[in-house]
């Protein structure tokens, strides 16, 4: 079982950042992918940013060049650095993994961590 620590929420004003971190305990599992969801109120859990193992990533057009998210490979650490934040930012932030263990695709969740952005 892959386990996922969230951290790095809050509240922040409009126009100010935080960094979200979130390190997954690994063990036998081989880390393919590394993302960031977020679902706001009574809508759809979106993609927000995503990077590969190989390096590559992308965003939501929504957070493109304010939003980096960036990985720790010997850490198993991935971070969002969002900068610029605006209360439509808010939601609760969801890290995701990807990957294989024994052959099979695997994906797993980590339990969320709360983003406001006040006016």
């Known amino acids: 079982q892959v386990q996922l620590v969230e951290s790095g929420g809050g509240l922040v004003q409009a126009g100010g950042s935080l960094r979200l971190s979130c390190a997954a305990s690994?063990?036998?599992?081989?880390?393919?992918?590394m993302a960031w969801y977020r679902q706001a109120p009574g809508k759809q859990r979106d993609m927000v940013a995503v990077?590969?193992?190989?390096?590559?990533?992308d965003y939501a057009d929504s957070v493109k060049g304010r939003f980096t998210i960036s990985r720790d490979n010997a850490k198993n650490t991935v971070y969002l650095q969002m900068n610029s934040l605006k209360p439509e930012d808010t939601a609760v932030y969801y890290c995701?993994?990807?990957?294989?263990?024994?052959?099979?695709?695997?994906?797993?969740w980590g339990q969320g961590t709360q983003v406001t952005v006040s006016s």
């Open positions: 995701n993994v990807r990957g294989t263990r024994g052959g099979m695709l695997r994906e797993y």
């Open positions: 690994a063990s036998g599992f081989s880390i393919n992918a």
């Open positions: 990077i590969r193992s190989g390096g590559s990533t």
